[in-house]
Every structure is written in C-alpha cells, then in structure tokens.
C-alpha cells in the first residue's frame, strides 16, 4: 500500500465506488510520475482501470489526431525501443499502455480496443484524463491541452471524463517515485493523484446520468508548495478546497451562471487557483466548443458534486 502524507484522503466523506471501469491517459506520456501515481491511487480505490496514453510527451497537441506509427525514436524515458508496434504495453502489466500518436487517439485506443478487451466486452464507465503536469487555465490553453482535447474525446464519444491539471511537479519518470519519493515531483504526484480519487468518488457515487452528454469538467489543483492561512504547505488533503468556475473569465453580456455562494457569477478559474491558499478550480464545459456551458448544466454537476464543492472565503 502506498502511502505519503496521503493514504487518509481515500476515506475523508466519501464513499468509494469499487469496482467502475475507468480508462486512464493524459497528454505527458505513459511513463511519467504524475500518470502512474493516479493509476497506482486508482487502482487502490478499488477502480477497474486501464491506462492508455501517448508513447511520449504530446504537450499542447490539443485535439490532434493522427494514426498511431512504428516507434521511430525510443519511448518517453526510453521505455520501449526504436521500432516498437504503434500500440504496446508494459510488459510486467498489460493494462499499462502507449500509444505512438496523440492524447486523442491514445484515449479513443483505450475506450474502443483496450476497454472491451480488459472489461468484458464492455466499455469505461469513466476517463480520468491527468493530471498534467502543470496547469490548464483559461480559454487560450484549454483550447491547445492535449489533456483536455483527451477528456472532450471521450465525451463526445459518449464516456464521461474530467480533465485534471496540477501546477506542481516536473516531467520525470515514474520511477522517481522510488528513487526519490521526497521530491517536490513525488510528494505533488501523490497529492493529486489522491484528490483526483476524491473527486471522482463524488462525481461518480450516486446512480444515474454522470454527467450531461457533450459535456467535461476541467480541474486545476494548486500547488502544493503554496501556503496555507496558517503559514504551512498544501500538503494535508484537509487543506485543499474545489470551487466552481468558469473558463473564461469575462463572459459576454448577460451571460448568468448557476447560483454559488450568493451570486450567479462565477469567478474565473485562473483567478481562484492564482489565490493564496490551496483552492482548485472546477469549471463545467462543451466538449465540441471547449466553452463554458449555461447554468442548468452546471446546476447538474453541483448536484453531483454535492458538498464537495466549497465558497471562497468573503475576504478572497
């Protein structure tokens, strides 16, 4: 069992959802430490997970695609050798994959090949798309993230998703996690892979529609070198709070968000991770249109995401 400053965080208020079948990727490659700590978290939470990600880093690809290739170069931190399949996996764990292409044909590998084979015949209940190495925050970016265009692949192909982004950690390799579990890199990777299972136990623990079709979540945590009001690092999972926001900050006008917190504006998600604290920001958008949605559609993922989400405090 894993454990870091953050075994507890599994068990804080939610109730766990053993056993759902979720296809995990992201935009930074197969073999870097942020992506292997979610799927060691995952796995732990008791989640059916295959992992199918892009043989190297795809960063800023957005919604790319192209057919997957032979390896012409090795594998992201030479995991696999020059003249690899386009497709392969982890030799000691075959439900580690890479994907010689981009996030959006890694994700689609792993919701129309790799899930039948791995689940029974059948598909992913959800995708956990990250969390990326470094945040992704604003209309600009979200529009060019390969870990977004990954989770708006998988909605619009019918699976749920969530796009999880993290400003703390570096592109290493998954075996700094051992080698040297005291980094910044490690301690941030196992933070956020454990917040990512918090929020994904919430979204997914009541019956019904997960989310609306068409629709993802982007979710950018903090980081965890930050302080807290008492003067400490985010590094208790106490310490870090999710808010709802929006994408672009300066909607047009007349525009009117779900009610939060007194107001029918919400602020914007570059805005709230910005401020001092551990705040994350959790902002509801169109897949097709990577734009915010209108407020019934957000009004469906406060519901979901119950008490989960907090207010800012007044003097924020």
């Known amino acids: 069992m894993r454990c870091l400053f953050v075994c507890p965080l599994l068990f804080l ?15 930074d ?20 997970v295959v992992l199918s990600c892009p043989a190297d880093n795809k960063s800023g690809t957005g919604s790319s695609s ?19 399949p386009p497709e392969g996996f982890n030799a000691s764990d075959p439900r580690v994959n890479y994907v010689n292409s981009f996030p959006v044909d890694a994700v689609r590998f792993g919701i129309q090949t790799l899930a039948p084979s791995f689940f029974d015949g059948n598909g992913p209940d959800f995708v956990v798309s990250g969390s990326n190495v470094g945040n992704n925050l604003g209309p600009n970016t979200v529009m060019n993230s390969g ?20 400003a703390t950690g570096s592109q290493v390799s998954f075996t700094t996690l051992d080698t040297d579990p005291t980094s910044d890199s490690s ?6 892979a454990d917040l990512t299972v918090k929020f994904v136990n919430q979204l997914l623990a009541d019956p019904g529609p997960i989310l609306p079709p068409n629709v993802t979540i982007n979710v950018n945590y903090p980081s965890t070198t930050r302080t807290t009001s008492t003067g400490e690092r985010c590094l208790d999972p106490s310490d870090f709070h999710f808010i709802l926001t929006r994408i672009d900050p300066n909607p047009s006008e007349g525009t ?13 998600e570059a805005s709230v991770v ?7 920001s959790v902002s509801v958008f169109n897949a097709t249109t990577k734009t915010d949605v209108d407020a019934s559609t957000q009004a469906f993922v406060v519901q979901r995401l119950g008490d989960l989400l907090e207010c800012l405090p007044e003097d924020d």
């Not at 009117?256 to 914007?268: A, H, I, K, S």
Request: contains cysteine.
């Open 13 to 27: 208020g939610v109730r766990l959802v053993v056993g759902q079948r979720v296809v995990l990727t992201n935009d």
């Open 29 to 48: 490659g197969w073999a870097v430490a942020m992506i292997r700590a979610q799927n060691d978290a995952l796995k732990e939470a008791g989640y059916d």
């Open 66 to 84: 192209a057919p997957p290739t032979v390896l012409t170069q090795p594998c992201e931190f030479n995991t696999c050798p020059v003249g690899s």
């Open 147 to 166: 870990t977004v265009g990954a989770a708006c692949e998988a909605a619009k192909e019918g699976i749920p998703s969530t796009a999880f982004s993290a």
């Open 187 to 192: 301690i941030a990777a196992l933070i956020y």
């Open 256 to 268: 009117v968000d779900v009610e939060r917190c007194g107001t029918t504006t919400l602020p914007g």
């Open 274 to 280: 910005a401020l001092a604290g551990c705040f994350t």
